[in-house]
Structure formats: C-alpha cells, structure tokens
C-alpha cells in the first residue's frame, strides 16, 4: 500500500506565495509520475501540475509562470511552490501518485492524498 501526506496549505493574501509538500510512504516499488490536482468549491478536480521521475514536467495553463513543480525521488517527496496567487487559485489541494507497491511491483496504480486547503483572500 501507498499512502500520501501532503502538508503546506492555508491562507493566504492575493500575491502571496505557498509551498505545498507531498510525502509518499509504505511499501514502495516504484513512483512514475507525482503530481498537484486542486478542486474547487462546485467544480470538479482539475490537474495543476505534474511531474515524472525523470523530472519532465507539465502544467495547466492557469498556472503556468506561477507554480512550480519539483520532486525529490530519493525521498519520494513532491513540492508546489505557488508565487502570485489569487482568489481563483483557492481549492483543495490533492497529491497524486502513480506508483507501484512492493507487494505487486509490475502493476502501476493512483493514490491521492487526502487534501489541503488553499485559501487566498484579503
């Protein structure tokens, strides 16, 4: 099993920065891709970056020159840093995993973290 902790959310005034951090830990095989997806209130989850271990990146078009994705694979660890926020970046933040678990290490699967929020207002 593969669980992920993300920690870094809160409130934040517009232009303000944030750094969320995302920890995968269990029994770990392997991690392809890791990635941010965000959900805000009466809107579904949409991708807001992504990032493979061999650190090709791919971000929404929202935050492209805003966010930055990076990863620590020997520590199974995903960053967002998020300069220039604004009222419209405010959603729950969930770490994706596209790995593979020590138990069955030829199939690949996504987890999520459970989320953390996000708020930016004056």
């Known amino acids: 099993q593969v669980r992920l902790e993300e920690s870094g959310g809160g409130l934040v005034q517009p232009g303000g920065s944030l750094r969320l951090s995302c920890t995968a830990s269990g029994s770990i095989f392997s991690i392809n891709l890791m990635g941010w997806y965000r959900q805000a209130p009466g809107k579904e989850r949409e991708l807001v970056a992504t990032?493979?271990?061999?650190?090709?990146?791919n971000y929404a078009d929202s935050v492209k020159g805003r966010f930055t994705i990076s990863r620590d694979n020997a520590k199974n660890t995903v960053h967002l840093q998020m300069n220039s926020l604004n009222p419209e970046d405010t959603a729950v933040y969930y770490c994706?995993?596209?790995?593979?678990?020590?138990?069955?290490?030829?199939?690949?699967?996504?987890?999520w973290g459970q989320g953390t929020q996000v708020t930016v207002s004056s």
């Open positions: 990032i493979t271990s061999g650190g090709n990146t």
């Open positions: 994706n995993s596209y790995a593979a678990a020590a138990y069955d290490p030829l199939t690949s699967r996504s987890y």
